[in-house]
């Protein structure tokens, strides 16, 4: 069974930590596929680099518990899909892959009504020690790069 949701909300987004969330008009499309099976289309505008689109592929849950993904999107994801694995939780999906060796990206999705995704950038203890001296604290960790709600 396929059945698709077209939604409307916003979507937040900051490069850095320590910068402000900035929110902009957003889009989404989920299709579900199957039991468990969704894609997610949407849009959001980036405050400098204008519009931009990006489609996340969720398979089901395997045998092994595991829910494996793939993102593309056209600011944060190019020029390949990343490949994301995960768990599922009722109705929320948690995904996360690795990147530049140390770094990785989070992200989460809730279906129902509305529909959420918040994506995190986990900044490695590492990255730390190549800041400028006179940049503002910032401590390992993930924080939220991306937060879009469609209703």
């Not at 850095?16 to 468990?36: C, F, I, N, Y």
């Amino acid at each position: 069974m396929i059945t698709t949701q077209s939604l409307t909300g916003t979507c937040a987004f900051r490069l850095m930590p320590v910068d402000p969330l900035a929110d902009g008009p957003s889009s989404a499309l989920v299709t579900r596929v199957g039991e468990q099976g969704f894609t997610l289309h949407y849009t959001w505008v980036h405050p400098a680099d204008g519009e931009q689109r990006g489609v996340l592929l969720v398979g089901g849950v395997g045998e092994d518990g595991v829910v494996e993904a793939s993102l593309l999107d056209t600011w944060h994801q190019q020029p390949g899909p990343m490949q994301l694995t995960g768990t599922r939780d009722g109705s929320r999906v948690d995904l996360s892959a690795p990147y530049m060796e140390e770094w990785a990206w989070e992200v989460s999705v809730e279906l129902g009504d509305d529909v959420s995704m918040t994506m995190r950038n986990v900044v490695p203890e590492s990255a730390l020690a190549m800041l400028p001296p006179d940049s503002p604290p910032m401590s390992a960790g993930p924080y939220d790069a991306m937060v879009a709600v469609w209703r």
